[in-house]
């Protein structure tokens, strides 16, 4: 079945600084990879997703390209605030935009100080 | 946007009884919804697909029998955990999927057998 590895924290930062968490993945098929985001005390919402190679999802000032040749989903944001303190969760699916229940990584908690 | 419910958001029950975990999604239809297991630091794991009106679709070693999966309409899907047990503690969490192929989490029920 397919893996997802995503980098674990806590990771800390300062506001405005540059935010990189990567993920990386295993899967056989043609996977569409996900980043979900979870703020404290709510449930899961998609950040931002790619459906086909090389793609590039955004939102909120979020970036992730899928790159097939490396299997990677790295998310990115160039200048971080407070109110992106949450867990944020890397996920694949079989097939593409999401029909098959999700495969997620561990989640990364991101900290940021004012 | 989309809005999935889930009751009751936390429960305590004692190891041999039965405990029913209802997950709504309120303002579409969603004929696919999934459930979704969470160890504390771990990532989410897929246990089962339930599709509206046929038998759900388990994961390899989740037992049916003990997670009775029943969706009886499209804005209704229930998880019942028979016969609980201290190692079923743990934080469940459904997703319902819109005729986008989109899914939207719920926010989680945290379950804890005594």
């Known amino acids: 079945g397919n893996s997802v590895t995503q980098m674990e924290g806590p990771v800390t930062l300062s506001e405005e600084a540059f935010l990189t968490i990567n993920c990386t993945y295993t899967?056989?098929?043609?996977?569409?990879p996900f980043w979900y985001v979870q703020y404290p005390g709510e449930g899961l919402q998609l950040l931002l997703k790619?459906?086909?190679?090389?793609d590039k999802g955004s939102n909120k000032g979020f970036e992730a390209t899928y790159r097939k040749e490396t299997t990677s989903f790295h998310l990115e944001k160039g200048s971080v605030q407070v109110s992106d303190s949450a867990v944020y969760f890397c996920?694949?699916?079989?097939?593409?935009?999401?029909?098959?229940?999700?495969?997620f990584g561990k989640g990364t908690h991101l900290i940021i100080q004012p | 946007g989309a809005v999935v419910s889930q009751h009751p958001s936390w429960v305590i029950c004692k190891s041999g009884t039965s405990v029913k975990i209802e997950c709504r999604s309120l303002?579409?239809?969603?004929?696919?919804m999934f459930w979704y297991r969470q160890f504390p630091k771990q990532s989410l794991m897929l246990m089962a697909t339930?599709?509206?009106?046929?038998?759900?679709?388990?994961e390899q070693g989740v037992e049916k029998d003990k997670f009775l999966i029943n969706h009886a309409s499209l804005t209704l899907s229930t998880l019942t955990v028979t016969s609980a047990h201290p190692e079923d503690s743990s934080f469940y969490i459904c997703?319902?999927?819109?005729?986008?192929?989109?899914?939207?989490f719920g926010p989680g029920t945290r379950l804890t057998v005594t």
């Open positions: 997703s319902a999927r819109d005729n986008s192929l989109e899914q939207y």
């Open positions: 899967a056989t098929g043609y996977p569409s």
């Open positions: 790619a459906t086909k190679a090389d």
């Open positions: 996920a694949l699916s079989d097939r593409g935009g999401g029909a098959d229940g999700l495969t």
């Open positions: 303002d579409f239809q969603a004929t696919t």
């Open positions: 339930s599709n509206e009106g046929s038998k759900a679709t388990y």
